[in-house]
């Protein structure tokens, strides 16, 4: 039987005949493709389509005097501005209130806050998204109340920012996705008594809320949230109370904010409106005024409204003003030539807050 001749002699038989080998080939044979071979066209990985979404703002919230009783039926408790929120993709306001029905106030303030934590369910049952506690009431009844608030908000399972445990949970964003757009929202308060500052302020281990007085603390969270989200919102308490323009503190915030990542600054605390704008390609509204709150009349503090945005990713496409004015804490939606008159002072508010009508 003929035995079979190793493959290397028969490799130097050919080398012996045609006197080159293998490597010096003009034409070297291919190694064949492997599951991993560059040369191999990567798998795509789908692309996460988004399209535009709305966001509606309202703004300074409680349910004090007259607006207390409204509690007993949460689900109607925001009166019929509830309609304007419910037709947005988001919407959000400012609870300025402690959720606690104990506590002991804060010394020496005129006017203090707190609800129930029914209010949780009547901002819910407005089609209110998220709230932001970080504002000059939200620990009116001190650490007690604190406690309480905290216990309110994992009960309700309601969403809330600006307030937490600790620090990282204070200046924590709440996100959803949107349409296909990763939305983020950062709650903190510029606007605290002087007394109450440190012991308001969340820290390390330290419950409490997300003050912008901590100017780099909350640059971080901005910066951060920038990391991993389409569009970033920064909900502020800042302003001086009945001061028409937005004043020195949030004239040198807003644009920082910006720089940090921020597509979208928005806020309230003046009792009045403040110009709405755009600031560069992102968008500033410096005073949202009133919203559910039982002290207004129809002067210039009962005038209100919501914001609503059209945002795609980092883009304000759209800004539209649903103007209101607040009877009997509530906020009441304006239609005819009252509405468009609302609507045209409104647009006139931006004079003096340095802001474009357009990016």
Same mark, same amino acid.
């Given at each position: 039987?003929?035995?079979p001749?190793?493959?290397p002699v028969?490799?130097?038989?050919v080398?012996?005949l ?11 044979? +291919? ?5 991993t ?27 004090e ?5 409204r ?5 109607t408790?925001?009166?019929p /501005?509830?309609?304007?929120?419910? +037709? ?10 402690a959720?606690?029905?104990g506590g002991?106030p ?13 209010a949780?369910?009547a $901002? *819910?049952?407005?089609g ?15 650490q007690?109340g604190l ?6 908000? +994992?009960?309700?399972? =309601?969403?809330?920012?600006?307030? &937490?445990?600790?620090?990282d ?8 996705? %949107?349409?296909? !757009?990763? %939305?983020?929202?950062?709650?903190a308060?510029?606007v ?10 969340? &820290? ?9 007085? !901590?100017?780099?603390? $909350?640059l971080?969270?901005?910066? @951060? ?11 502020l308490?800042?302003g ?6 937005? !004043?020195?503190?949030?004239l040198?915030?807003a644009?920082?904010?910006? *720089?940090? &990542?921020?597509?979208v ?9 403040l110009?709405a704008?755009?600031l560069n390609?992102?968008? %500033?509204s410096?005073? $949202?005024?009133?919203? %559910? =709150?039982? !002290?207004?009349t ?13 945002i795609?990713g980092?883009?304000?496409?759209? @800004?539209?003003?649903?103007p209101?004015? /607040?009877?009997g804490g ?7 030539s ?6 045209a002072a409104w647009?006139g ?8 009508a357009?990016?």
């Amino acid at each position: 039987m003929r035995v079979p001749r190793p493959l290397p002699v028969l490799a130097a038989a050919v080398v012996a005949l045609t006197g080159c080998t293998a490597a010096s080939s003009d034409t070297p044979e +291919k190694e064949p493709l492997s599951a991993t071979s560059p040369a191999q066209k990567p798998t795509k990985k789908p692309v996460r389509e988004s399209r535009p979404y709305t966001i509606s703002f309202g703004g300074d919230v409680h349910f004090e005097g007259t607006l207390r009783g409204r509690l007993s039926d949460p689900a109607t408790a925001l009166g019929p /501005i509830a309609q304007v929120l419910r +037709k947005s993709d988001l919407a959000m306001v400012n609870l300025e209130t402690a959720i606690t029905e104990g506590g002991t106030p804060a010394p020496g303030k005129q006017f203090t806050f707190r609800a129930p934590a029914t209010a949780f369910a009547a $901002l *819910k049952g407005a089609g209110v998204d998220v709230a932001s506690m970080a504002n000059n009431h939200g620990m009116d009844y001190m650490q007690g109340g604190l406690a309480d608030s905290l216990a309110a908000i +994992k009960r309700a399972k =309601f969403p809330v920012v600006g307030i &937490g445990k600790d620090e990282d949970a204070a200046y924590k964003p709440f996100t959803r996705t %949107v349409n296909g !757009n990763r %939305v983020a929202i950062i709650g903190a308060t510029q606007v605290l008594d002087a007394e109450f500052v440190q012991s308001w302020t969340a &820290g390390p281990g330290k419950p409490g809320l997300a003050s912008a007085k !901590n100017e780099a603390r $909350l640059l971080e969270a901005v910066q @951060d949230a920038r990391k991993s989200a389409d569009t970033v919102i920064v909900h502020l308490h800042w302003g001086t109370e009945l001061q028409k323009c937005p !004043n020195q503190a949030q004239l040198a915030l807003a644009p920082k904010l910006v *720089k940090a &990542g921020a597509d979208v600054v928005v806020g309230g605390h003046a009792h009045i409106l403040l110009g709405a704008g755009y600031l560069n390609d992102s968008y %500033v509204s410096y005073g $949202l005024g009133n919203f %559910v =709150f039982y !002290n207004s009349t129809r002067g210039t503090t009962g005038r209100t409204g919501v914001l609503t945005l059209t945002i795609k990713g980092r883009k304000v496409l759209k @800004d539209s003003w649903t103007p209101a004015e /607040i009877q009997g804490g509530l906020p009441i939606p304006l239609t005819g030539s009252a509405g468009t008159q609302a609507v045209a002072a409104w647009r006139g508010l931006r004079s003096c807050a340095g802001l474009a009508a357009k990016p």
